[in-house]
């Protein structure tokens, strides 16, 4: 279940509107909005951390499980090319993979 359809169960459950909701916890009805509609993919820490109170429920209730696998899944696919493309690359391409990564992480 989506972030938007389990802040709404709750909503339902409780007998309160979305936009009272979004009053309640002081962010604007659009943020709702935009999630229903796709636009917000998810909701700042912040936000989750009002909803998590104001439902009695932990934050990590409104996160999506499927999101986090696929997330993972999807950087085990990366890793994957990035090993695959190194066994054809010569020494020199590998030596600046090493440069670029080592700048990135600070060592």
């Known amino acids: 279940m989506e972030t938007y359809e ?4 709750l909503c339902d459950e409780s007998g309160e509107n979305m ?9 604007g009805a659009s943020v709702f909005t935009e ?3 796709g ?12 909803l998590a109170e104001h439902f009695g429920v932990p934050a990590s209730y409104f996160l999506d499980e499927e999101s986090a696998e696929d997330k993972q899944e999807e950087l085990f696919r990366k890793r994957k090319l990035l090993f695959d493309l190194s066994g054809k690359a010569s020494s020199e391409d590998l030596d600046r993979i090493i440069k670029i990564v080592d700048a990135f992480i600070g060592d």
């Open 6 to 9: 389990k802040i709404k169960e």
């Open 19 to 27: 936009s009272a909701l979004a009053a309640h916890i002081g962010v």
């Open 35 to 37: 999630l229903k509609k």
């Open 39 to 50: 636009r917000t993919k998810q909701l700042s820490v912040s936000t989750l951390n009002k």
